[in-house]
């Protein structure tokens, strides 16, 4: 978690939870199918950002008039365009937000009645367009639970800073600070959890799968794991950052984090007892 001070006594603490899947409507899983439209009997090809699409996709089925789309992730939303020879149909241009971000922030000081967080430059220029968040709840150290969402394209670098605005007021005064980050530099994911352990020659082979609120495809969104480890004969305690732990253990936990990025580690998993049969 990074704290991000907004005055000598208080502080605002930031953490993503991972890149979560949002769909608005329908699922994505559900097919779309797209028809060409325009006169004309002639054979039809159908184009994906300006380039010819191939068949080979198992999920896209050409089936001359219309292009039937299996399932609809974020690499599939775009452009699609048919063409019959060198004319171009009515275009489609396909767009979903299926990814959402979520912030948990804490203002921790009990000195103010009344508190107000806002995400973009409408709240940080005190614009009327802000919309304003109010507390979500309270946590155990009685500080103020506030939850921001915020779109963005997962496949793309970052070009901006995201800025985030808390009024506060205390007695007859208003106060309101800004503060600016990237989102990269708070990611922490959530904790992951151990999947199975199996024997592979004097060693453990640990399998460990994402949080459900990580990113996918996993594939893309990749996390590289840190395994914790107890010896069974002399208690040592040791760590491992590939999957392979030895054999001779007594428990193990795991904690994760995005290796692109300056992410900070997750949470470690509870103890896990190993089991020899």
Known sequence: MIIINIQSQVSLGFRARGLTRRNDGESYSNPVTLTCGGRGDGAVTWKFGGEVMEDSDPFIQQQNQTLVLD?????????????????????????????????????????????????????????ESCHWIRKSGVDPDGGLQFVLSHSLTPYSEESSK?????????DLSIVRKTRRFYLRDIVQPDSSHIVRCKEVGENLN????????????????????????????????????????PKGISRLRVRSRDPLVPSAWSLWTPWTNVTHH
């Open 162 to 170: 995201l800025e985030v605005t808390a009024e506060a007021i205390k």
């Open 71 to 127: 399932e609809v992730d974020t690499p599939m939303l775009g452009e699609y365009s048919c063409w019959r020879g060198n004319q171009m149909n009515p275009l489609f241009l396909l767009l979903w937000r299926s990814y959402d971000c979520e912030f948990n922030c804490s203002w921790t000081s009990s000195e103010y009645t009344a508190v107000r967080l806002g995400l973009g430059p409408d709240c940080s220029e005190g614009g």
């Open 206 to 245: 640990v399998t460990v799968a994402p949080p459900p609120s990580w990113s996918i495809p996993h594939s893309f969104f990749s996390l590289e794991h840190e395994i914790q480890y107890v010896l069974r004969d002399d208690g040592r305690t040791e760590c491992s950052s590939t999957s392979l732990v």
